[in-house]
């Protein structure tokens, strides 16, 4: 059973910072491309950040020079860093990664269950 688990996500002002983290945990024997998704009320899902298979990471234009998005391989945890948070970044922040299980040869695409994210003043 392969799961990731989010956390980091909650309540913070205009301008302010928070850092996600997510971790991929169970039978897993590779992990190809990680990242961050987000979906706003009445939106679709958007990517915000992430690692392609070739460990190049690239940003929605909307996040670029406020977000960085990091991964520790041995940890199998992808990170987000946000600053300067604005009340348009509001949304449940989902963390994505292709994964080969254990004992099989091909990917799969998973999702944590998601992380609310509040920028309020």
């Known amino acids: 059973q392969v799961q990731l688990v989010e956390s980091g996500g909650g309540l913070v002002q205009p301008g302010g910072s928070l850092r996600l983290s997510c971790a991929a945990s169970?039978?897993?024997?590779?992990?190809?491309?990680m990242g961050w998704y987000r979906q706003a009320p009445g939106k679709q899902r958007e990517l915000v950040a992430g690692?392609?298979?070739?460990?190049?990471?690239n940003y929605a234009d909307s996040v670029k020079g406020r977000f960085a998005i990091s991964r520790d391989n041995a940890k199998n945890t992808v990170y987000l860093q946000m600053n300067i948070l604005k009340p348009e970044d509001t949304a449940v922040y989902y963390c994505?990664?292709?994964?080969?299980?254990?004992?099989?040869?091909?990917?799969?695409?998973?999702w944590g269950q998601g992380t609310q994210v509040t920028v309020s003043s």
């Open positions: 994505n990664a292709n994964i080969k299980p254990l004992g099989t040869y091909y990917e799969l695409p998973y």
């Open positions: 169970g039978s897993i024997r590779s992990i190809s491309s």
């Open positions: 690692f392609s298979s070739r460990g190049i990471a």
